[in-house]
């Protein structure tokens, strides 16, 4: 009797914790969702991107240059830096990795910002040109000296976008744009824009083969 008490008191012990597992995950406090590193991450050179893309106005895609075309938007290689580099400020202190990267033919090792878990697909192409906007995730990069994680990327942050991208939308030749602000119709446009750019139903997009695969 004693025993029977305790197999039925493990038993639903295990279904409440497999059902606050769920709530949990299901309610964007999942796996991945305390990895917001607000904190600067350490990197080969000390890189502004509020100097190179806010003062400057160079565009993502310059370092960037795989994400409107692959799953991942890359690192710059040190050719791009040297593009500029080789004149401006030759000989300063802070390049010296890029110049010793340069000489050797070895790559700069960047870090991570952002990290999402193993088991979640994302593709930059993907958005990219369907017109959501890189600020859209990554937030006002043009206005950070050190890059952070602007918000947790958890389940109900991509889902809250997945299931009403309209919302979203923007012309593709302003993706890339970090002040773009939506127009007073968005709605209006964002139908037109999700016709136009093929983007798939609200329904398709939250289906959970989309981000797991």
């Known amino acids: 009797m004693r025993r029977n008490r305790w197999v039925k008191r493990a038993f639903w012990g ?3 914790g497999g059902f606050v597992l769920l709530l949990v995950v299901f309610s964007g406090v999942g796996v991945g969702a305390f990895e917001q590193r607000t904190r600067p991450v350490p990197q080969p050179v000390p890189f502004s991107h509020a100097f190179h893309a806010g003062g400057l106005g160079l565009s993502c895609r310059y370092c960037h240059a795989a994400v409107e075309r692959a799953g991942y938007a890359g690192f710059p290689p040190t050719e791009t830096c040297m593009t500029c580099h080789t004149y401006i400020k030759p000989t300063s202190s802070l390049l010296a990795p890029v110049r010793a ?3 050797k033919g070895e790559p700069l090792r960047w870090n991570r910002v952002i990290n999402l878990p193993d088991f979640v697909y994302f593709n930059h192409s ?10 859209e995730c990554h937030g006002r990069v043009d206005q ?20 009403n991208p309209t919302a979203r939308l923007r012309p593709k030749e302003e993706v890339m744009n970090m002040a773009y602000t939506p ?3 968005q709605k209006e446009l964002g139908k037109r824009l999700a016709e136009l750019y093929h983007v798939r139903s609200p329904a398709a997009l939250s289906d959970c083969s989309t981000c797991h695969r």
Request: aromatic content about 10%; overall charge neutral.
């Open 126 to 135: 993907a958005h990219v040109n369907k017109g959501i906007g890189c600020a």
């Open 183 to 185: 127009p007073a119709d």
């Open 14 to 16: 295990g279904v409440m």
């Open 144 to 163: 950070m000296a050190v890059v952070y994680q602007p918000q947790a990327f958890t389940m109900k942050f991509c889902l809250d976008c997945h299931r």
């Open 101 to 103: 990267s340069w000489e």
